[in-house]
Structures are given as structure tokens and as C-alpha cells.
T-cell receptor, first 113, second 115 residues
Framework: GNSVTQMEGPVTLSEEAFLTINCTYT??????LFWYVQYPGEGLQLLLK?????DKGSNKGFEATYRKETTSFHLEKGSVQVSDSAVYFC????????????FGSGTQLTVLP | DGGITQSPKYLFRKEGQNVTLSCEQN?????MYWYRQDPGQGLRLIYY???????QKGDIAEGYSVSREKKESFPLTVTSAQKNPTAFYLC??????????????FGDGTRLSIL
């Protein structure tokens, strides 16, 4: 079956530091890949997505590239801010069923001023 | 603004009691989902619905029930058979269940606790 493995947290960085959160996946076909962000006490918000190999998703300074050869979708940001403190989830989906999203366990990011 | 509304934000359940969590969307989405989130874990799918009057079990459906009488509404009942109901419950919707690149949109969640 499908699975998503995320870098374990928590991750603590200083403001303006470089961020990488690793995500690797196992899928039987050619999934779409997503990063979601969850702020305290809230639901999940879509951060970015990529639907095929070598696609790069980007939003709010965050980027992730769909790497089929390494089955990875690592999240990066060049300079984090305190407001980026949240939990980040990597997820995949494959078409043909509403049971689409398989989530990683989430990575807690704390950015210190 | 279009979105998903979950209520209540906090809910308490007594032993042996059924409780119902509300989820309403005005996005005109066909598919709706219920997830459970436990601390330090990802989301696990409880139930999903592709169209009105149809729904399927997810990975952890035992102790839960749902209905889909209207397109915009997908309430979740946590029954007394669910022995460990304390968790954060998230409702989501998406445009079409058959298209894998359509993202799911989430509500703000309901936190359920046992009294």
C-alpha cells in the first residue's frame, strides 16, 4: 500500500535560517504529492502540490520538487520566519478513489526570534 | 467566503453517550471526508462520501457512523462503542473523488474529550 515517511521533529530554527523537512513516499502508481500546514488549533491548509515527476510546487517562499528517482518531496524554505511555526504534513494521493490522501506523521517546526 | 464549518470547536462526552460532530461546506464539493488526528500522528481516515446518500468506511471506522443526506452536510457520530474517542476530528471536502490532483479543503476541527 501507499505510505509517507517524514523527518521526525520537532525542528527548532532561528529566524532567517534555512529549512528542510524530508519526505519520502511509497506508492504503487504515479501519485500527486502535497504539503499541508497546520497552525495551532486549526485545520490543515494546502501549502503546495506537485502532480508529476520533476514538477516544483511553490508558495509563500516554500518549495518542494517531485523526485521520482528518489521517491522524495522534500520541503525547503530559504529564510524562515516566526510566523512559519506550525506542523507540516506531507501527503500523497492516487486517483480512482476518494480514499485519496495518505499522510505522513507531521513535523513540528518552531522558529525562534 | 466559501469554506468548511465544523462545530462545535470543543465537545465533551460522557461514558456511554453518543455525540455528533457537524460538518458543513459551501464549496459545492462532491466528496467529503472525516479524519481523526492523535498527538504526534498523521491523519487517519474514518469515513468518506463521494455523493449524496453514499459513504464508505475508511481505515478506522469502528465505533463511528455517518450520514450524507445533503451535499453540503456530512455529520459524524461518535458512538459509545468507540472506546478511545479523545482526539482532534477534521472534516474535509474535495471537488471530485476521481481526480488525484485535487486538493482537499479542511475545516478547523473539533476537539473531543471524555468527561
Amino acid at each position: 500500500g501507499n505510505s509517507v515517511t517524514q523527518m521526525e521533529g520537532p525542528v527548532t530554527l532561528s529566524e532567517e535560517a534555512f529549512l528542510t523537512i524530508n519526505c519520502t513516499y511509497t506508492a504503487t502508481g504515479y501519485p500527486s504529492l502535497f504539503w499541508y500546514v497546520q497552525y495551532p488549533g486549526e485545520g490543515l491548509q494546502l501549502l503546495l502540490k506537485a502532480t508529476k515527476a520533476d514538477d516544483k510546487g511553490s508558495n509563500k517562499g516554500f518549495e518542494a520538487t517531485y523526485r521520482k528517482e528518489t521517491t522524495s518531496f522534500h520541503l525547503e524554505k530559504g529564510s524562515v520566519q516566526v510566523s512559519d511555526s506550525a506542523v507540516y504534513f506531507c501527503a500523497l494521493s492516487e486517483g480512482g478513489s476518494a480514499r485519496q490522501l495518505t499522510f505522513g506523521s507531521g513535523t513540528q517546526l518552531t522558529v525562534l526570534p | 467566503d466559501g469554506g468548511i464549518t465544523q462545530s462545535p470547536k470543543y465537545l465533551f462526552r460522557k461514558e456511554g453517550q453518543n455525540v455528533t460532530l457537524s460538518c458543513e461546506q459551501n464549496l459545492n464539493h462532491d466528496a467529503m471526508y472525516w479524519y481523526r488526528q492523535d498527538p504526534g500522528q498523521g491523519l487517519r481516515l474514518i469515513y468518506y462520501s463521494q455523493i449524496v446518500n453514499d459513504f464508505q468506511k475508511g481505515d478506522i471506522a469502528e465505533g463511528y457512523s455517518v450520514s450524507r443526506e445533503k451535499k453540503e452536510s456530512f455529520p459524524l457520530t461518535v458512538t459509545s462503542a468507540q472506546k478511545n474517542p479523545t482526539a482532534f476530528y477534521l472534516c474535509a471536502s474535495s471537488e471530485s473523488e476521481g481526480i488525484s490532483n485535487q486538493p482537499q479543503h479542511f475545516g478547523d476541527g473539533t476537539r473531543l474529550s471524555i468527561l
